[in-house]
């Protein structure tokens, strides 16, 4: 990709973004989240089953401080083994469709949408018809581009992998984080009674989203022989298997959600130690990816529309703040998501 950084370049930087190319975030090696740098890229062109989309607002999560890091290694497979593919951060996105490729059937210019794509960092963001959906009416571009990755990945894990049924006792470790809030709240869609686990500044937040519990980690364990959950998601995974064992019901199922709080061979054994261990005992133990796809992001639109659903914004930054923004993510304090505004609807 040809980046050029714009930021003192004055008029010619203009007269660029007017033929063709538009401004982005971007980097060309992995490192530092300072190498994130305000540059001038063209356009991206459009395929047959592609929209373009003119971003209002693109949210950011810690893949995206792995991304710019190009670590762990394992996410090289996606982003590109030696350099950046894409070069610009940015998964999740909101805005308006600009342009759509001949064999688009769902979508027309001037829709407002919400997805994934790489790269939403930007002006304009090309994507997969599949990828993206009708904005929620009653969200803003800001809360809508906060929806997708975080979002799809706590509804993947909820109604999917734990298959969450009414009245079950559900426990979320990370409660105010970004994927945390969305699971709290889709877990009280679900029928279950829901405990959320955070920090003292955080408990108000986490009973507003509508858990029925709460339990400040500061002050109490949720593996020190309390209540037991039919089902545990955690985001956080500071306490050992065993201990989220003995705070599971007989049949309980555990979801494992945070497998890079190591690195090297210790990252491998913790994030395969619960599978191997799931076949010999009764809990469940599981990890999962998950992965946009229309369908969902349209059940995320219809609990947001029935307002079971509501993002909370932790911040919201301009372009040129886009490290900072990814340092505050990076620094695991964030509570609900960090938003990039790139252009104004
Ligand atoms: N499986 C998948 O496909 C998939 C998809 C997306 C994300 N993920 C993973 O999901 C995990 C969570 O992501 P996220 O975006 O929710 O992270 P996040 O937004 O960065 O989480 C930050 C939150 O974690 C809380 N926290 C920190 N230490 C805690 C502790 N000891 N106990 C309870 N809460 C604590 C913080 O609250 P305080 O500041 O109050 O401590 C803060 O609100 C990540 O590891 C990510 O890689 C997986």
């Known amino acids: 990709m040809h980046a050029v950084n714009y930021q003192n370049s004055g008029t010619s930087a203009q007269t660029q973004v007017a033929n063709g190319h538009m401004r982005a975030v971007v980097f060309d090696h992995y ?7 305000l540059g001038i890229v063209a356009k991206p062109t459009i395929g047959d089953h592609e929209v373009r989309v003119r971003v209002h607002a693109a949210a950011l999560h810690v893949g995206d401080c792995f991304a710019v890091r190009g670590e762990p290694l394992l996410m090289r497979v996606e982003t590109g083994i030696f350099r950046p593919k894409r070069g610009i951060p940015g998964f999740d996105l909101a805005g308006t469709v600009d342009a759509v490729g001949p064999h688009v059937t769902r979508f027309r210019p001037g829709d407002a949408v919400f997805g994934a794509s790489m ?13 993206v959906a009708h904005k929620p009416s009653n969200l803003s571009f800001e809360q809508a581009a906060a929806l997708p990755t975080s979002g799809l990945a706590a509804l993947h894990a909820l109604r999917d ?3 969450v049924q009414p009245g079950q006792k559900v426990l979320i470790n990370g409660a105010s984080g970004g994927v945390g809030h969305f699971a709290v709240q889709i877990a009280k ?12 500044r955080n408990l108000d937040m986490v009973r507003a989203l509508g858990a029925d519990h709460v339990i400040d980690y500061t002050q109490e364990d949720f593996t020190a022989g309390g209540p037991r959950f039919d089902v545990i998601f955690d985001n956080v995974e500071n306490r ?5 064992r003995r705070a599971l019901t007989q049949d309980g199922t555990l979801i494992l959600n945070s497998g890079t709080g190591a690195s090297g061979l210790a990252m491998l054994i ?5 599978l191997v261990v799931s076949p010999f005992v009764r809990h469940n133990l599981r990890r999962y ?3 946009p796809n229309h369908d969902d992001l349209q059940a995320l639109a219809k609990l947001a529309e029935s307002e079971q659903l509501e993002p909370t914004i932790d911040s919201v930054h301009g372009l040129t703040d886009t490290p900072a923004a990814l340092r505050h993510i990076a620094s695991g304090r964030a509570s609900g998501k960090v938003v990039i505004r790139v252009h104004a609807p």
């Open 161 to 163: 992998v734990a298959n």
């Open 31 to 37: 490192g530092s989240l300072d190498n994130l740098t």
């Open 289 to 291: 990816l998950s992965t």
């Open 119 to 131: 790269g939403t960092c930007a002006q304009f963001v090309v994507a997969n018809e599949n990828l």
């Open 189 to 200: 869609s679900l029928g279950a009674e829901v405990t959320g686990v955070c920090s003292t």
């Open 240 to 244: 050992p298997l065993a201990a989220c």
């Open 270 to 274: 913790r994030l395969l130690k619960p």
